[in-house]
């Protein structure tokens, strides 16, 4: 194909696919099947590694994350974020309300001028963000901070699929205000996965999304399935909008993702009304909330009313009351974790929490029963904490009759009955050959976050043990065909396929087999640097704690549990037969970056330049470098066009050196265009 006709279809293909995405991720009503999309956006990757300059920053395959950061630029914001003020009651409405009449008309009567009708939108429980779109395209993206600078984070939001890389109909300047947040639907999973590779799981959605957006690495932040929604107005330039209705009406017709629910109200009856239509419908969204956010439509009325040093003045939080319930606690059982934590976990009188039926609830630790002095029998109140995972509060003691039982920390391990021992605040198992903790170490790594073993799930890996067939993960590649047909409901199908899945698990990539291997703190994101940074699984295995401590993201705990595993005798043999049944210990190639003096490097781009500012782009990026779009004192260079603007003016102030294309092709090693 011609290069001209190859971008023709590339720029065709990405308009197709962001459309595709925009109504699988935005209005939840796919327009075509899996299959048909993944061809269309194998078409696309296939044109990008024929003309790897189609590969542009808003290409739909750049929704994977690019380079991994070092640290976050700050950006001022061209606006500042303000934060809200919270109510909680009727009166407090009534008295916000008030006080908005009064500042406007001089009065506080409640019969509402035009100037002063209401919103009320959902308070999504997420992170605040800004994004910026310039001349139609997304440019940055940035977190709240202190409001006035926050972190670039535009590389972490490019992953985000309902963001739209690109506006439906450009203008120069497009500022909104968000929040992003972390799917209900998929918390649970995320949690569960970091359970099993060790790590402590998110408290609350909200906390998985910041500590997603955290992340240096947008292809960590690419695996999490964040979502955004956009709600208010920043800078603008070239956008007419009167009133938060329209400006809401205006970001939807841009193609970008906007509360689901948002309701006008012209009077106290009306707004109170809405909170109140808001609190029963908010648990059927798909992110948390926690409150009502009450704001004054009209923007001009808005910009009279102004903000106070804390909050704006045309606007308010109602925060709803944390969901509790009262239910009876009817048993406590002992969980056995993967490495032998035995977590107390109350069993309930099913009940209706947060619109689903809770009957278990999580009771941490021994120290936390005897600090809330929870029995057996009592009536307890259990909150949902971010809605998610419910918890025992406190106990309704004045309901005791004296019949309830206190809650003795068991002597035994509930699965293999050895002695228990006391780990500071935990008690462990530490007997090596417990069965439930063998079955958690198999389930974890079999599962789709690690090895990927198909078909060996929780019941089979239960089989298995119990059968004796299997008693390590090296004894899983020692698995006959004829050893699975003696095992209960196996059929010689699931036998043949298992046996299939065993022997493909033995060549996936080695970040896999390390999270795989469960050591203590190493979940999936530290095993990918692990990978990136050592040639084997020899090499890891010999490295020191400074070798370690010297890779990001690897702290000293972590460090210390991975010299920790691999000094033990017992891991080291497993090691060698993991080795002896041909699993891979490899690292994958990787593309090195080109060494040159772009690399570490923050470069802002201005000007018209002889080729397209992609190209550009792309070069930098190539060479481990960063984009950046606003100067700050941190700019290390500004690559200057013709008719460069405020941004050379911008460099000049700040002292960052101005340079041309020619400079610009000797820092980067390549032939001058
Ligand atoms: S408007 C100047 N609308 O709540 C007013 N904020 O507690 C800016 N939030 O910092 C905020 N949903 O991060 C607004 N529909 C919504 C919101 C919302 C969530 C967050 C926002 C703000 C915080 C204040």
Redesign the pocket.
Known sequence: MKKADAAKRHSALAAEISAHDRAYYIDAAPTISDQDYDKLYRELLDLETEFPELVTPDSPSQRVGGQALSAFQQIKHAQRM???DNTYSPEDVSAFVDRVQKALHGSSTDLFAESTDFTV????DGV?VSVRYENGKFALGAT?GDGTTGDDITENLRTIRSLPMKLKHPVPVLEA?G?VYFPRANFERLNAQRLAAGEPAFANPRNAAAGSLKQLDPKLVAKRPLAIVL??PGQLDGVTCTSQLDWLKYLKSQGLPT?EWIKHSRSKEELLAAIEELDKLRHNFAYDTDGA?I?VNSLATRASLGSTAKA?RW?I?YKYAAEQAVTRLHAVTFQVGRTGVITPVAELEPTLLAGSTVSRATLHNFDEIKRKDIRIGDLVTIEKAGEVIPAVVKVETDQRTGNEHIIEPPATCPACQATLSWDGLFLRCTNIDCSAQIKRKLQHFAHRGAMDIEGLGEALVDQLVEAKLVNDIADLYTLTYDQLLTLERMAEKSANNLIAALQASKSRELWRLIFGLGILHVGAGAARQLEHHFPDLDTLAAANVDQLQSIPEIGEIVAASITAYFTKPENRERLEKLRAHGLNFKAAERTPIVDTALRGKTIVITGTLSQSREHFEEIIRKAGGKVSSSISKKTNYLLAGTDAGSKLTKAQELGVPIIDEIAFSKLAEIAPI
Request: charged share 35%; aromatic share 6%; proline share 16%.
């Open positions: 303000e934060s809200l939108e959902p308070k999504i605040a709240r205000r929040e709600y208010g509360p956010v704001k704006p606007a939080a």
